[in-house]
């Protein structure tokens, strides 16, 4: 699967040598016709030319020698100056050279992998950019020339050290991009920070990092309330130019993510989860799934071009549930006298990790008269102190079929709050969970909820009152009646 990734991130890279290519042979044919039109109106106006242009009609029915004469001396000449003339034609077989160059390009001259010396990346990087740097620079004087609009007073100056950094973000899509390889599994802390050093430079390098294990490496004095390691998913926060994505080739749309990154006009990292050896596609794609439900890979992208406001760069709407810190997952089995049960759990990357063969020493049987287990997400929201005796489990279906309890070891436990520590910056960074805006929401909910209470509450008074008065006059109304009927006098006519 690795080999394919590369195949998928070759295809891009050809793209865009086969785009530029296309672009050489555009400026040659214009080039060309300039000269096909500068050699009419120097020449055009010959005996010779008149000769092949007007046929067999010429020779009995027209003077050339005197039509010639009448042509040079009444139409004023609009061929090129000389030193223009010069410029263009040199221009030809340069673009020529450029094009054939690109046609013959490989991969290999523009890429590297991460465990080069840096100074050889940044050189090599370098040179590369400069390259196609050249042959922007060539069609922006081709362009020129075409239209007419270059002065060598003016122009030849801006040309004179033009690099990769005067190249424009339409020019910087087309570039062929230089890519740095990685492998993050196992230890990456020294690659992250290499990767950090190259992205500093400012040159749109794209960084390419593929993973097929997920399991992180902890120092032994570690603390799983405090996650203090640096992730691949925490770039965007250090380096704000920078374009960002996680995914992996299973996803629905891998190519065209793939190619967004790779033709993002700036530095860019892409982090990639890829198919083991020997690991078949359905099981891949399960592990996969397992993976981003856990948050133990979550898909993301950070495009710093999407909007000028940070939140709105951020996307994680990809995964699943995504404004839940965890998402559930209901196991069906017996207990140990066969009565059916479900049991519904957060889905926790401890559950990735139960699915997983290079994590199973880290999932043990309780002890027998334990009364100290905890749900390792409960376990989560503990305290340092709280969590002192205590013994983090998952639930999981036996072998036969019975629900049965594993403990999580420490390392897993580590990275499951590592895992949650990753997820919630995420949405808070990505807008979703903002603690800022969900306490604005809260307070407005309960002023505006005080605003209806003491509303309700003065209604509720009013009708009290409008229902004191209707009585008053019920009353009178009858006590008149009552007068009038054993006195036989209306007190109302009175």
């Avoid at 590369?6 to 296309?22: N, S």
């Avoid at 996803?251 to 890829?274: D, H, M, N």
């Avoid at 549930?321 to 998402?327: K, N």
Wanted: glycine fraction near 4%.
């Amino acid at each position: 699967m690795k080999e394919q990734i590369l195949q998928h991130v070759e295809d891009v890279w050809h793209h865009h040598c086969v785009a530029l290519g296309e672009a050489l042979a555009e400026a040659i044919s214009g080039l060309e016709n300039l000269v096909r039109l500068d050699e009419y109106h120097r020449h055009g106006h010959d005996p010779d030319h008149l000769e092949r242009s007007l046929g067999p009609f010429a020779e009995t029915n027209l003077d050339l020698g005197s039509l010639s004469r009448v042509l040079g001396e009444g139409t004023p000449s609009r061929a090129m100056a000389p030193e223009r003339l010069k410029r263009v034609q040199e221009l030809i077989p340069t673009l020529g050279e450029m094009k054939e160059e690109c046609s013959n390009s490989a991969l290999d001259s523009a890429s590297a992998a991460i465990e080069t010396d840096e100074s050889e990346i940044r050189q090599r990087a370098e040179e590369h950019l400069n390259r196609v740097a050249r042959v922007f620079r060539t069609l922006r004087i081709a362009q020129l020339e075409i239209r007419s609009k270059y002065e060598s007073r003016t122009h030849d100056a801006i040309f004179a050290d033009f690099n990769w950094r005067q190249l424009g973000p339409s020019e910087l899509r087309l570039c062929p991009p230089f890519l740095v390889m990685a492998r993050l599994d196992g230890d990456s802390g020294a690659d992250l920070r290499k990767m950090m050093s190259l992205l500093e430079t400012g040159m749109p390098i794209k960084v390419v990092a593929l993973r097929s294990s997920l399991r992180e490496v902890y120092t032994a004095t570690s603390d799983t309330g405090v996650p203090s390691t640096m992730t691949i998913e925490t770039l965007p926060l250090a380096m704000r130019g920078v374009y960002f994505l996680q995914t992996h080739a299973a996803v629905p749309g891998f190519q065209e993510q793939l190619f967004k990154a790779l033709t993002a006009p700036r530095p860019g990292v892409i982090s990639v989860l890829y198919q083991r050896d020997n690991e078949t596609k359905d099981a891949f794609r399960g592990r996969t799934e397992r993976a981003v439900r856990a948050r133990a890979f979550p898909i993301c992208v950070y495009n710093p071009d999407q909007s000028y406001r940070f939140v709105m760069c951020f996307d994680l709407s990809a995964n699943p549930s995504p404004d839940m810190l965890w998402t559930t997952k209901t196991l069906s089995g017996q207990e140990p006298l066969g009565q059916a049960i479900e049991v519904e759990e957060a889905f926790t990357f401890a559950h990735f990790a139960a699915s997983e063969a290079e994590f199973a020493a880290d999932l043990t049987d309780p002890p027998a008269t334990a009364d100290n287990l905890i749900p390792i997400n409960d376990y989560l929201d503990f305290s340092r102190r709280q969590r002192v005796g205590k013994l983090p489990f998952i639930s999981l279906v036996g072998e036969d079929g019975s629900i049965v309890r594993k403990v999580v070891s420490p390392a897993i436990a580590l990275q499951c709050s590592e895992r949650l520590h990753l997820w919630r910056t995420l949405r808070e960074i990505s807008g979703i969970d903002n603690p800022y805006v969900n306490t604005t929401r809260t307070t407005l909910q309960n002023e505006f909820a005080a605003e209806q209470q003491a509303l309700l509450e003065s209604k509720e008074q009013e009708l009290e009152k409008d229902a004191a008065r209707r009585e008053q006059a019920a009353v009178a109304s009858t006590v008149r009646k009552l007068v009038a009927h054993l006195t036989g006098v209306d007190p109302s006519k009175n």
